[in-house]
C-alpha cells in the first residue's frame, strides 16, 4: 500500500507561481516499485486530465500540451517526494490537483488507467 499526500495549493492570481509537493509513504518494498508519479488535475464537470509525469527511475517526463513551458515536474532522489513547479498560471488552471503512483510503466503516462495510488487532491484556484 502507499499513501500520497498533497500540498501547496491555494489561490494566486493570474501570471503567479505555485509549487505543490505530493509524499509517497508506505513499506520500503512498496515505494521502491514506484516506477512512474504523475500529477493530474480536474476542473469542475470536466474528466480528470493528466499533465506531468515522471519516471521516478530515470530523467522522464511528460507534459500534457496545455502546461508544456509553465509547469516542471520534479522528485527527490529518494523517490518519495514529487514536486510540480507550476509558473504564469492562468485562469483555466483553476481545478483540484492530484498526486498519482504507478507501479511499472503506465502504457500512457498521462492516462488515469495506469495509476493505482492516488492522493486527495489540492485546491489551485487562479483569478483572472
Known amino acids: 500500500q502507499v499513501q500520497l499526500v498533497e500540498s501547496g495549493g491555494g489561490s494566486v492570481q493570474a501570471g503567479g507561481s505555485l509549487r505543490l509537493s505530493c509524499a509517497a509513504s508506505g513499506t520500503a518494498y512498496s515505494i521502491n516499485v514506484i516506477n512512474y508519479m504523475a500529477w493530474f488535475r480536474q476542473a469542475p464537470g470536466k474528466e480528470r486530465e493528466g499533465i506531468a509525469a515522471?519516471?521516478?527511475?530515470?530523467?522522464?517526463?511528460h507534459y500534457s500540451d496545455s502546461v508544456k513551458g509553465r509547469f516542471t515536474i520534479s522528485q527527490v532522489s529518494a523517490k518519495n517526494t514529487v514536486y510540480l513547479q507550476m509558473d504564469s498560471l492562468k485562469p483555466e488552471d483553476t481545478a483540484k490537483y492530484y498526486c498519482?503512483?504507478?507501479?511499472?510503466?503506465?502504457?500512457?503516462?498521462?492516462?488515469?488507467?495506469?495509476?493505482?495510488?492516488w492522493g486527495q487532491g489540492t485546491q489551485v484556484t487562479v483569478s483572472s
Open positions: 498519482a503512483a504507478a507501479f511499472g510503466y503506465p502504457p500512457d503516462t498521462l492516462s488515469t488507467p495506469g495509476y493505482k495510488y
Open positions: 515522471i519516471s521516478t527511475y530515470g530523467t522522464d517526463t
